[in-house]
């Protein structure tokens, strides 16, 4: 083997720095590696390999023949969000009949895993708890196809049996965005009356409020709770289940995925829930064959987790689980597209990692000092859907550095404000605990 593509759709700097040792322990090997990329500027810095910009309506079909022409012995997607992920799950099909087999899960199950509806129920068919609720399709409530004139009383004999208040989120979207809160019955008829404006009002703008375009939706109750995220890398007979990595409150009200301060670290009880979880999950993706990465978002309440989503990808705290488990899915990842064998079982946390929002460009002297002080993971603009929300930093300790780093962080905010109060102050109480 000699060359391996990575096909990514957002910018890779957020996969800092596992991207780059996976690239470098290649080399080392002699094989080359290759990025297909179609969002932010690449340096070798990046990428220390082969890099092509696509554009970002790029097809599945263009994307393989762009792989193939590079002359790739097999490639690895390592794209998010899910309508990527599907995109290469389709280039696959393509890559895999040319002899370039692909690290990605099938076209068929990643069509069933990025559909929440479809996941809902193939997690309930697996035994795992999910919550309670029902699917809204946009088309028949604006009366396109088959009239159904009950539908929409249907719809509310649903609501008020589970019971409000009720969270709608697009069947089709993922990293948090378009989900709306339902609080009443006058909510949910508002929300249903968008699905029934004709199509070239809504097209023209009449709907402009965030979260309430026409589309089909999963309805379901609120479930408060913990809100946590796992990796899970590998292949039908042999998947690694990284550690546990908690990223904010759920509750009624929908809240950005990196608003809150993200870790991953010691919590005994929820570590001991989540082993039968675990084994489930490894059975659940060997049944759909899943070949690569699978990111699952859950709550954890009352001593139990409830399932939210199954993205067939790559996650947003990806970098979190390597760091606090010293291990690479990138690496890993590679392993498989080179036949070779990898760990199974569960991936052995061997510390902490905190990650957290810093606001627009941390001063390099800063950056500087908090790298003097505690052992930085990385620290890169956090850029999504070319939006920048500021700055986002990684950190990570081992267990008995606690102390050590609260006190390091807590003089150099008072010596520079970085980080802010507020971040200060719940680093301290986590590591406090």
């Known amino acids: 083997m000699r060359k391996i593509a990575f096909l990514r759709s957002v910018r890779i700097q957020r996969a800092d720095p596992y991207i780059q040792q996976a690239v470098r322990g290649l080399a080392a090997d002699g094989i080359e590696a290759g990025l297909f990329h179609t969002s932010g500027t690449v340096g070798d810095e990046d990428f220390p390999g082969h890099r092509e910009r696509l554009d970002r309506s790029v097809t599945p079909r263009e ?8 002359g790739a012995d097999a490639a690895v997607s390592i794209s998010l969000p899910c ?18 087999p692909t690290v990605m899960t099938p076209l068929a199950a990643t069509m069933l895993l990025v559909d929440k509806w479809e996941t809902k129920q193939l997690c309930k068919r697996a035994g795992l708890s999910v919550p309670e609720g029902f699917r809204v399709d946009s088309d028949l409530l604006a009366g396109r196809g088959l009239p159904v004139p009950g539908y929409r009383d249907a719809l509310r004999a649903q609501a008020e049996r589970i019971g409000y208040p009720l969270m709608s989120k697009p ?40 979260g309430s375009q026409a589309v089909s939706a999963v309805v379901e109750e609120v479930v408060e709770g913990d809100l946590c995220s796992v990796d899970i890398v590998g292949h039908p007979g042999s998947y690694q289940v990284l550690p546990l990595c908690w990223t904010g409150r759920a509750g009624a009200e929908p809240v950005f995925t990196f608003a809150d301060l993200r870790w991953c670290g010691p919590r ?4 001991a829930a989540f082993a039968d979880v675990a084994r489930t999950l490894k059975v659940f993706c060997g049944s759909l064959g899943v070949h690569g990465s699978v990111n699952v978002d859950m709550v954890y309440t009352g001593g139990r987790f409830v399932i939210l989503e199954i993205n067939p990808r790559v996650g947003g705290a990806t970098t979190l689980s390597c760091a606090a488990s010293d291990t690479n899915t990138f690496t890993s990842l590679a392993r498989m597209a080179r036949g070779l064998p990898l760990p199974g079982g569960t991936a052995q946390r061997v510390g902490w990692a905190v990650e957290f929002l810093a ?27 070319g939006t920048s929300h500021g700055d986002i930093v990684v950190i990570t300790l081992a267990q008995g550095e ?15 404000g970085f980080p802010a109060a507020d971040v200060t102050a719940k680093i301290t109480s986590l590591l406090s605990r």
């Not at 309508?83 to 370039?100: P, Q």
């Open 268 to 271: 005994e009880e929820a570590d």
């Open 83 to 100: 309508e990527n992920a599907l995109r290469d799950a389709a280039a696959k099909t393509f890559l895999d009949a040319a002899g370039i």
């Open 402 to 416: 606690e102390e050590r780093t609260v006190k390091a962080l807590t003089e150099l905010h008072e010596a520079t």
């Open 359 to 385: 606001g627009d460009g941390i001063p390099p002297a800063v950056v500087a000092e908090l790298r003097r002080r505690v052992r930085v993971v990385t620290a890169h603009q956090l850029v999504i859907d």
């Open 63 to 70: 994307l393989a023949d762009a792989v193939a022409a590079w």
């Open 171 to 210: 069947v089709w979207d993922s990293t948090s965005m378009g989900i709306r809160t339902l609080r009443s019955p006058a909510d949910l008829d508002a929300y249903l009356d968008v699905h029934r404006a004709p199509v070239p009002e809504r097209l023209a703008g009449a709907v402009s409020q965030p």
